[in-house]
């Protein structure tokens, strides 16, 4: 390869890369300028960029289409917009997705697709749509009512606000330095093991982490589990630990407020 061949090609690599970054940047600017409530300006700076694929100036155009802020309002519009936005893994653009679908706007209605565009922006870490999860499970729309499931996203909601609310909270300031348990309290256990779905899933061992977090009353927020593959015994298992740690009898030492605790269990069956 020739010298000259290879300048060109680094010149290339250079100006995408120029390119890339003044789109982002356009396209921090943009919601700046959205934040700010100037929304004509805030839609000619999300022009670009977001023809160039990004997801953040995508999803500001569909949100001025949706509510006619610096453009006019259209629903269809607003779905192309946030159509493109979620295929790049946009999380609240998923979430608008459902909610267009639940609703109708610009789209025929259908719960089915509502539902799966909920899911999929919940799997990504959207409060709202885990909620919107939850209560689709809860009310049997667009899936079948199943309460369990419905409560597994309530405390997935309600872990990823108090994440939030956490980090606002303790942003100057230290959090509790008590070291966190490696075990629950004796009233916090759930009273026996899912034996029922054990024997019917023929296991005779089941373990994995629950984690929480501790609100400044260190009550419990946000039931949740890891290191459990098996998604049935995913939603099992939290419901079995939100019974048992949002009891009243439940209680944590109170120097361990606004903590996030991980605490292994281990259900063994014995014959």
Known sequence: MTLSVRMIR????????????????????????????????????AQ???????????????LAAKHGRGAEQSHEAAVKWFTLAAERGHADALNDLGTTYS???????DDAKAFGYFRMAAERGSAAAQRNVGQMYEKGVGTPKDNLKALYWYEQTDATLYRRELREKTKDRLASNTPAPNKLPPECKPSAPPTREMNKARIDLLSGSIEVYLDERSRPRGVTVTDLNSEDFRYIVVALFSKSLRAEQCRFADGLMQQHIRIPFRFVLTK
């Open 10 to 45: 680094i010149v290339f690599a250079l100006m995408f890369m120029v390119s890339g970054s003044l789109a982002h940047a356009s396209a921090d600017e943009a919601w700046r300028a959205y934040s700010e409530k100037d929304y004509a300006r805030a839609v000619q700076l």
């Open 48 to 62: 670009t960029p977001a023809q160039e694929g990004n997801k953040d100036a995508q999803y500001l155009l569909g």
């Open 103 to 109: 609703r109708g706007e610009g789209v025929a209605r």
